[in-house]
Structure formats: structure tokens, C-alpha cells
């Protein structure tokens, strides 16, 4: 809680701005979303309706093919709606211009991937600089070195990507995003590359992120991850089929099992 | 029995499935292609031009019966018509002499006014020779027009009819027949336009090379040449040929000690040193050299760039191929598909390089032919030449594929196969890079760390560039060092007054004659230096080769032109010693203080003999050209020549221009021609202006060649960054900065490439020069200069227009599925 304190402290009128309104408030509305492929129409998501308050930990679910990550590339900005509305921080992604979405992805959400995506050419430092350098904070040095503080990485700040473990890559991509000082995480299956052990530690991260203010939103297809989340959101063939808290009430990320 | 797919499969297997990765890349293959088809398209095309250049000289030569060896009396002297045939009759190889003749040629001027076009005073030679009377021996070539007919050939006809030089009347845009008039105001007319072979290609005034326009050369029969010449029955050279299996240098040796022993002053001098022999022929190795090397720069820079292309390929291919492993696939089947990448680009390499090689000898065909006119020329299809460019063309990218493809199949299935982050690999040189500290943001640190992190492709595309940008570096270098050697000829020519004008006399006379005192009193002229211009042979010690030069004495005390000297002293007094070109002391091995032997003509009563006499180098002067020595008047004694003079530096006066003083003189009696200095350097840059016309298409070709490379490197980079800059824009970043990092990154690999092409090209300039120097003109002392201009378009190619490669990429980092290429797997 602390760190994410002086993140606000610190942070640039831009970030005051995006967090201190109901700028992370998300709202879906009707959301479709259909591609074309090839010759075919593959619908990804149908007549979602969905509002996440601000600083909830939210675990959407689901197997694969079933429309997640649509959903996460939508309230993220990178894609957009078919019909229906998205809304984030009170914008309707699907009427704005590109630019428009690039500056929500700029001071409104970060990402976290699966497969890390780290800039291999930069150290560890430089990738989690990246975050701060893109949402344009002043004082970028300073959230690099909390956010590499807060994931654990300090040391190993001037390693390069090839020169670190994956749960460690995984770590720098969560500094990365939390450098960027935005309200909102996604994180696609953060830990589908990591073993089990690590993959906890990611999500101990990322819960603290959720328990320090942050909008955490975390897609995967595992069931037992969704145990640590205020509310889980159960999607199959591009439908919402469950949404409420886990069964049992969230429980710690130490109890998790896979 | 365990299978696998693709085992047994036969040819058209392969072939779909090449066809099908064409398709998705075939913007890449078609580019390196064509850069591979300039590559090949050069060395067919200029390759076939010195097979053409020999055998249309071998033919030319032959058809006019070029003299196998030539005798010509020193300047000014002149002997009865027979006596140098009594001197050849006499050797003891006579009999091996096939065809003899007795020609007086002699220097004039000319007034092409007369022939009904714009009035010109230029420098002309009058050669008297037989036209068809006996076996010939170096015959005129009548390319348009005709030859003078049987009554114009003796001296009785009252205007002189000859053949006048094709080049001159084609620069000077005069007509096929007319009239011009000569020094002494005779009128002369032609029937036509030729040349003889030994004016193939020849030096103007002043020793210039490429200045038609500025010597006229007049081919007329003999008799008529003695009455023009006021030297009726004389004569003073001699051309023959030889029989078939006569020894050449034997009787060269005889006819050197028969003159000698006739005491006439006299040079042998055999077909290879004649000047248009030399230049025709060794041009060709020279010319050839340099196009091979320019092609093989191309060449080069395609097979880097098929290096780059495949390694890509093999990377994306890279699971594939240990998934094949893994299925127990053999080695050689799993590199097939990854060679055929090879297949692809030597293909469409070389199909488009056999048609660029035939445009490129097509239009240097043309070329050859109005810059170099010959009787016979020859320019057939080499077959033997596209053969092998077409070897090349293949062997090239098939090589650069292969060394991808024979790494990428040594690693073990378990590594090839591997995902994610377990793909990354350690990098030396990035680990340690990664310790020093860069400033600024991410955004600027990335397109360095970027080049840091992937160095051998980095150099890989610098070379590739780089080589492109030799070749531009070399041909506009070339042009910068013959440029400033022109130059300072130039400079040297001029100093004391631009206005200067070269004024040859017929022969010798007394400094304080009424042939010299009259070219004082003209009105136009204000000034005159009377001064000596002698052949002299300067003997080299240590075994360097002699050196024929040409020494002008002048008072260097009074004359208004002096040259500049830019090592050791001016020399005075008859001891005083000469002044040497830098080029001549370097040749003869001998610097400042040293002495040299000349072999040189001194007069003997009515004739001249030969003899060595040792002088000092007293200095080096300014004046690029070889050729050139300076002494003191002085010195004139040790030629008999005391108070003589052969050549007068004439200075318009005041209010006259160097026309006005021209056309004064030039009815003067004793003046053969005049020629203004100013005009020599004029003349050369006319010439090279249209030699460099010539040259910046090579430089815009250079231009498209070094884009297509950084255009293919950077589409190279832009797809395999496609997860970074998808990262990029996760993270909002707006095009333009992502295109910028990109655009910074090429402008590092710019930079090295502008480097390596301007170090290459300084390089490849240094051994042309240094093959120049030695073969086709070791006449002129060509320092190496790159001038600012060069560099500036070497670093606008390498950096601006390999910066720009990535803008052109943008619409494709624009409208890239960002969602998708998030999920690529490495």
C-alpha cells in the first residue's frame, strides 16, 4: 500500500488525473466482437455485459478459444467492438480514434503477457523504464527503481532478459507495468510459461497490486487461480457463464495447488 | 517401419511448398534479386565489351595495316625523301620488312572559319603519307566522304585535298567535305572525314587525352603536305610492317643503330608505344578491372543481402526444422527447403541479370562507338561471359543460403524445438554492452542496444550498404583525383596570366630572329618569353624504366610564367640542374639533389646527334603531367641550342583578348600553331563533363542499389521486431516514435556503412590509381582526393537514404495486428 502511495506522490498530473477519477471504472455493454477468418465469421464474444469497480481483482476464465483474451484486448484498448460499447475511465473505446486509444494504453492500462514480451536488446532496468518512459513520467528513474524494488529485481536490474529465469522475466514485465504508474493491470496468463512455484510468486505480486489499489484484471484457464480473486468471471464460447466471487471466498496464494 | 512425411517425396513436393513461401515473401526475393541482377547484369554486360573492345581493335588494326615500327627524327629536322628508306633498306633483317613509307608530318594550325562553321583556331598536324601507292602501311580509314582522288595527289594540285580527322570534325561539328584554312593562310580542302590507326586515340596539345576539339589533324599525300610545309622532297618519319615471323625487337635494335651510325636524330619506337595501341589495349585490362570490381561489390552486397534474407528464414523455420529432426529427418532433406530460398533469389537473380547485362552492354556499346570510332567494330554475344556471370549469379545466394542452413541444422532437435524464453541466447558482446551506461530514455538507448545486441547482422547489412556505397565512393572519387590532378595542371598552365598562349615555331631559330621579334611586334600581343622545348629520354637508375620527357628551358629569371615549385629550389644557371614532375622523380626513383641521366638530341652543325649528358634535380614542379621538365634557359648549351628557340609564350596586350592575339599570329611566317593554356583545361573538363554525365548514372544506380539493400535489412528488422514494436504499441506508443526508434537504429547501421564504403572506396580508388599509374596513363601523377561533395552523397546514401528505408515500412508497423503478433511465439 505504501509503494503504491508514492506512486501517486510522485506521479505526473497525468497520473493524478487517470486515477483520481472514475477513470478506472469499466463498463461493457452489449460487446460483440465476430472476425472473419478466411471464409468463415468467428464470433469471439456475444452480448457481454460487464462493470468492474475500481481497484478489484477480477480473474476472467475460461478454456482456450473461449473469448478471454478478446475480452482483455478490448478493455485494453487494442482491438475494438463489433457492436455494443466498451468503456474505460468513462471513454468509449469503440468511438475513439486510434490516437485516443494509444493514450489510454499509454496512461490508463499496462499489459503483462504471457510470454513476458521484454525488449531483448535492454537490460532489466531499461525494459522497466520502457513502462514509465512510454506513459511519459517525469520522474521515470524513480518509478523504475520502486517498481524493480516492489517485484524483488533490484539486483539483477542491469541483467538482460536471456540472463534472467522466466519467473524473473515475468517479474520485470509486472515492474514494467507498474512503472507505467497506469490504474488498470491486464495480465494474460501471467504465468503460462512459469512452473508452479513460480507462478505463485507472480501472483503474490499481482495481488498485492490489487490489495494496493490497482484494477487487476487476470485471464486464464486455470480454475485454481481464480481462487485468489474478488470475482471471477466464467466465459465459454464467447458467453459469460458465471460471475461472482470464488466459491469459498478468495483464498490465499499460498493454499493454491496445480 | 517408422516413416516420415516428408521422406520419399519427390521434386514437385519441394517445389510446392518453395512456391508457397515465394509467395509470402516474394517483395524480399524480387528485391535481393534484382540487387543481385545489377550485380551480374555488370560483370555480363562490361564483361562482353573487353572481349568486343579486342577484337574490333585487332580488327581495326589489321584492316589499315597498323605499322609494326616507326622512325621519327627529333622536331625541326628533315632529311631528302629516300634517305630514311636507304637507312632501312640497309639493316640485315631488311628483307623481314613487309611495307615501308616515308611520311612528313609536321605541326600547323587550323581555321575551321572556312569551312562555313563558327571560326576556330586550333592546333592541327599535317601528316604526308601515300595514299594507296604500294603496300600499305597505316592507311586511312574514310568513315564518311571519300579519299582524294589520283589528281589531288601530286604537288602540282593548286588546293591540297586530304582527309580530315573524324573525331575533330565531329566535335566541331563540321561537314563531311569542306575547306579549312592552315597556318600561313594556304587554304586546304577535304573529301572526307577518317583517321589512321595510329590516331585511333591520341593525345592533344599539351599532352591532354579526350581533347578532339583541340587538335586537327589533317591526312593529306605527301607532296602536297612538302609544298604546305615549305620542306619540298623532305621528309621525317617513317612507318613499316613486317612479314610474318620477322623478329621485331631484332630489327628494332638494327634500325636504332643504323640512324644512329647516319647520325640522324632519331627515336625507333615500335606499334606497342604508340600511344593509341597503348591506351586501346591496356584501357581494356584496366577498364575490365575496374568493372569487375565494381560488380563484385554488387555481387557482394546481393550475397550479404541472400545471407541476411535466408538466416531470417531459417530462424522462422527454426522449429520447423527441429521438429524435423525430431521426426528423424536426414540433415540434407531438412536443409532443402531453406536452400531453395536460395533457389528462388539466384533465379530471378540471374534471369534479370542476363537482361540488365544485355541492356548494360548495349548502351556501353554506343557508348564505345561514338567515343571511340573504329573501322571494324565487333559486338557480338559472349556467351562465354553470361555463362559464367550466370554461374555466379547462381552460386552466390545458393552459397550465402547454405551457411544459415548447415548452422541451423548442426543444433540438437531439443534446442531447435524450444519456445519462449528458453530460445534466448547469450550474446558476448550485448553482455557486456550492457554495462556501460547509455543516456537518455528507453526510446533512445533501444535502436543502439538493438544494433549492440545482433552485431553480425548489423555488419552483415553495414557491408552490404557499405559495399554499394564503395562503389558509388570509387567511381565519384575517380572523378575528384582526375578532377584536382586536371586542376592543377590547370593551375600550373595558367600561372602568370590565363591569357598565356603556346606559340610552336616550325623549327629552331635565333631568339633575336625576325621570326621571333615579329610575334613582338603585333598589336595584339604584349608580350613574348622566347623558350626551347626539346624530346629528351631520362635514364633510370636501379632499374625503373626510362622515361621519355619533354624539356622546356625558360629564363626563370625573367619570364612572366615560371613554374611553381613545391620541393627544393628553382634552378639557375646552366648547372642550375631541372625541375622534375613528382610523378617522373617517383618513376625514375630519384628525388631533389640527385642526379639523372638524359639522353637527349644535340645539334651538330645542319643535324642533330644523340647523347647523355648527367644533370641535377634541382626540384619537383607543381604540374601533374609527367611528361613535363622545366629548366633554365641556361641550360641550352648542353643542347647546341644556346640563343635558340622553337617556342614562344605569347601575352596579349593590353585590350586584346587571347582570340585577338590568336588571329594575329597566325599568318606569321615560322608559327605552325597556337594554343591558348587556358583552353587545355577547358577542353579536358569539356571532356570529363560528359564522362561524369555518364558517371552519376552509375551513382543513381549505386543509389537504388544501397535502398534496396537498407530497404530489405529493415523489412528484414521490422518483421522480426514484430512482437517489440506490437509490445510498443501495447504500451501506447505512437507510430511515429516507433518508426523513429527503427529509423535511429538504420541510421547507426548508415553510419558504420558510410564508414566501410568510404574506407572501401578509398581503398578500391588507391588501386586503380596505382593500375592507371603504371598502365594506361602513366603520363599523369594522380594523387588520391575524396572531395567534400563525395562524402557528402556517400553519407546521404548511407545514412539518409538508409534512414528513410524504415518510413517506408510504416504503414506496415501501422496496420500490424497488434493482438496477434503480441501472441507470436519466439
Not at chain 2, 704 to 725: G, M, P, S
Request: net charge negative; hydrophobic share 45%; glycine share 10%.
Amino acid at each position: 500500500m505504501a509503494d503504491r502511495v508514492a506512486f501517486d506522490e510522485t506521479g505526473s498530473e497525468a497520473v493524478d488525473a487517470s486515477i483520481g477519477h472514475a477513470g478506472t471504472r469499466i463498463d461493457l455493454d452489449e460487446l460483440t466482437k465476430r472476425y472473419q477468418v478466411g471464409e468463415v465469421e468467428v464470433t469471439a464474444l456475444e452480448n457481454i455485459n460487464l462493470h468492474v469497480d475500481e481497484a478489484a481483482f477480477v480473474v476472467i476464465l475460461g478454456p482456450s478459444g473461449c473469448g478471454k483474451t478478446t475480452l482483455l484486448n478490448m478493455i485494453g484498448a487494442l482491438d475494438t467492438p463489433t457492436s455494443g460499447s466498451v468503456k474505460v475511465a468513462g471513454i468509449d473505446l469503440g468511438r475513439a480514434s486510434s490516437g485516443e486509444r494509444a493514450e489510454m494504453r499509454r496512461n490508463t492500462v499496462s499489459f503483462i503477457f504471457q510470454t513476458f514480451n521484454l525488449f531483448p536488446a535492454l537490460t532489466a532496468y531499461e525494459n522497466v523504464r520502457f513502462g514509465a518512459d512510454a506513459a511519459r513520467r517525469s520522474d521515470a528513474d524513480d518509478r523504475t527503481r520502486m517498481a524493480l524494488d516492489q517485484v524483488g529485481l533490484s539486483p539483477r536490474q542491469d541483467h538482460f532478459p536471456h540472463q534472467l529465469s522466466g519467473g524473473e522475466q515475468q517479474r520485470v514485465a509486472i515492474a514494467r507495468a507498474l512503472a507505467s504508474g497506469n490504474p488498470i493491470l491486464l495480465a494474460d496468463e501471467p504465468t503460462g510459461e512459469l512452473d508452479f512455484r513460480t507462478g505463485v510468486q507472480i501472483l503474490q505480486v499481482l495481488e498485492e497490486q490489487a490489495r494496493a489499489g490497482m484494477t487487476v484484471l487476470v485471464v486464464t484457464h486455470n480454475r485454481e487461480i481464480s481462487r485468489i480473486a474478488d470475482r471471477v468471471i466464467e466465459l465459454s464460447s464467447g458467453h459469460i457463464v458465471a460471475d461472482g466471487p470464488p466459491a469459498g471466498g478468495p483464498a490465499r496464494t499460498s493454499d493454491l495447488q496445480w | 517401419m517408422v516413416t516420415t512425411p516428408a521422406r520419399g517425396r519427390g521434386a514437385g513436393f519441394w517445389l510446392r511448398w518453395s512456391w508457397r513461401d515465394f509467395r509470402s515473401r516474394w517483395i524480399a526475393i524480387l528485391a535481393i534479386g534484382v540487387v543481385l541482377a545489377i550485380g551480374i547484369g555488370v560483370y555480363a554486360g562490361l564483361g562482353s565489351t573487353a572481349t568486343w573492345r579486342r577484337q574490333s581493335n585487332d580488327a581495326s588494326f589489321a584492316a589499315l595495316a597498323m605499322h609494326d615500327l616507326r622512325i621519327e627524327l627529333s622536331p625541326g629536322t628533315f632529311v631528302d625523301q629516300g634517305t630514311l628508306l636507304d637507312v632501312v633498306s640497309g639493316i640485315e633483317d631488311g628483307s623481314s620488312i613487309d611495307a615501308v613509307a616515308e611520311r612528313l608530318v609536321v605541326d600547323s594550325q587550323v581555321d575551321t572559319g572556312s569551312a562555313g562553321i563558327e571560326s576556330a583556331l586550333v592546333p592541327a598536324r599535317l601528316v604526308g603519307m601515300s595514299f594507296g601507292d604500294g603496300r600499305p602501311v597505316d592507311e586511312v580509314w574514310i568513315r564518311d566522304g571519300s579519299a582524294p582522288s589520283d589528281g589531288s595527289t601530286s604537288s602540282e594540285a593548286t588546293t591540297p585535298v586530304g582527309v580530315l580527322e573524324a573525331k575533330f570534325a565531329d566535335f566541331r561539328g563540321l561537314p563531311t567535305a569542306g575547306t579549312v584554312t592552315i597556318a600561313g593562310g594556304r587554304e586546304v580542302d577535304y573529301s572526307g572525314l577518317g583517321v589512321i590507326p595510329e590516331d585511333f586515340f591520341y593525345e592533344g596539345p599539351e599532352g591532354t587525352i579526350f581533347a578532339e576539339g583541340e587538335l586537327a589533324i589533317l591526312y593529306l599525300p605527301l607532296a602536297p603536305t612538302q609544298q604546305l610545309a615549305d620542306r619540298p622532297g623532305q621528309v621525317n618519319d617513317l612507318v613499316m610492317t613486317l612479314g610474318d615471323g620477322a623478329d621485331r625487337d631484332a630489327v628494332e635494335a638494327q634500325l636504332t643503330e643504323a640512324v644512329n651510325r647516319a647520325g640522324l636524330g632519331a627515336t625507333v619506337s615500335t606499334r606497342d608505344d604508340a600511344v593509341a595501341v597503348r591506351i586501346l589495349y591496356e584501357d581494356i585490362d584496366n577498364d575490365q578491372r575496374f568493372w569487375n570490381a565494381l560488380s563484385a561489390l554488387v555481387l557482394a552486397a546481393a550475397a550479404l543481402a541472400a545471407f541476411n534474407l535466408v538466416s531470417r528464414i531459417v530462424e522462422a523455420q527454426r522449429r520447423e526444422i527441429g521438429i524435423g529432426m525430431a521426426l528423424g529427418l536426414p540433415r540434407p532433406q531438412l536443409a532443402i527447403r531453406p536452400l531453395l530460398v536460395g533457389v528462388q533469389v539466384a533465379v530471378v537473380g540471374t534471369i534479370a541479370g542476363v537482361a540488365v547485362g544485355y541492356i548494360v552492354g548495349d548502351a556501353f556499346a554506343g557508348v564505345l562507338e561514338s567515343f571511340l570510332p573504329l573501322p571494324d567494330y565487333r559486338t557480338g554475344f559472349q556467351a562465354g561471359i553470361y555463362a559464367q556471370a550466370a554461374v555466379l549469379g547462381l552460386a552466390v545466394p545458393i552459397v550465402a543460403a547454405a551457411i544459415p542452413v548447415w548452422r541451423a541444422v548442426r543444433v540438437e532437435p531439443i534446442e531447435a524445438i524450444r519456445t519462449g524464453h528458453l530460445t534466448a541466447k547469450s550474446n558476448r558482446l550485448t553482455d557486456w554492452t550492457g554495462r556501460i551506461p547509455l543516456p537518455g530514455s528507453t526510446l533512445t538507448r533501444m535502436p543502439l542496444r538493438n544494433v549492440l545486441r545482433n552485431p553480425r547482422r548489423t555488419v552483415l547489412t553495414a557491408v552490404g550498404v557499405g559495399a554499394a556505397i564503395t562503389a558509388l565512393v570509387a567511381v565519384l572519387g575517380m572523378l575528384d583525383s582526375f578532377d584536382r590532378a586536371i586542376n592543377r595542371g590547370g593551375d600550373e598552365f595558367t600561372r602568370g596570366g590565363s591569357d598565356r598562349i603556346i606559340v610552336q615555331l616550325d623549327t629552331f631559330y635565333p631568339s633575336d630572329s625576325s621570326v621571333v621579334a615579329e610575334l613582338d611586334q603585333v598589336a595584339d600581343v604584349g608580350r613574348i618569353d622566347a623558350a626551347l622545348r626539346l624530346p629528351v629520354t631520362a635514364l633510370a637508375a636501379d632499374g625503373n624504366e626510362d622515361l621519355d620527357l619533354l624539356i622546356e628551358l625558360v629564363d626563370l629569371d625573367t619570364a612572366r610564367w615560371t613554374p611553381t615549385v613545391i620541393d627544393g629550389a628553382t634552378p639557375t644557371g646552366a648547372d642550375g640542374g631541372l625541375l622534375l614532375a613528382r610523378k617522373a622523380a617517383t618513376d625514375l626513383g630519384v628525388g631533389v639533389g640527385d642526379r639523372v641521366t638524359l639522353r637527349h638530341p644535340v645539334r651538330t652543325g645542319a643535324g642533330f646527334a644523340l647523347t647523355e649528358t648527367e644533370v641535377d634535380v634541382a626540384g619537383i614542379h607543381g604540374n601533374p603531367i609527367r611528361t613535363f621538365v622545366i629548366g633554365d634557359v641556361s641550360l641550352a648549351s648542353v643542347f647546341g641550342l644556346q640563343g635558340a628557340a622553337n617556342l614562344v609564350h605569347v601575352y596579349p596586350a593590353d585590350g586584346a583578348t587571347r582570340a585577338d592575339a590568336q588571329r594575329s599570329i597566325f599568318d606569321l611566317p615560322g608559327v605552325t600553331s597556337s594554343q591558348p593554356v587556358a583552353r587545355i583545361s577547358e577542353a579536358i573538363d569539356e571532356a570529363l563533363a560528359q564522362i561524369v554525365s555518364i558517371l552519376l548514372v552509375a551513382a543513381a544506380a549505386v543509389l537504388i542499389l544501397a535502398l534496396l539493400i537498407a530497404f530489405n535489412a529493415t523489412r528484414i528488422t521490422v518483421e522480426e521486431r514484430q512482437r517489440e514494436h506490437a509490445t510498443m504499441r501495447a504500451f501506447g506508443l505512437p507510430i511515429r516514435s516507433i518508426v523513429g526508434t527503427v529509423v535511429r537504429e538504420s541510421v547507426v547501421t548508415g553510419v558504420v556503412a558510410t564508414v566501410i564504403g568510404l574506407a572501401g572506396g578509398v581503398v578500391f580508388i588507391q588501386w586503380m590509381l596505382r593500375s592507371l599509374a603504371t598502365t594506361t596513363l602513366p603520363d599523369v601523377g594522380i594523387d588520391l582526393y575524396v572531395a567534400p561533395a563525395t562524402i557528402i552523397v556517400a553519407a546521404v546514401v548511407g545514412i539518409a537514404v538508409v534512414a528513410l528505408a524504415p518510413v517506408l515500412l510504416a504503414r506496415r508497423i501501422a496496420t500490424m495486428d497488434v493482438p496477434d503478433a503480441l501472441r507470436i511465439m519466439e
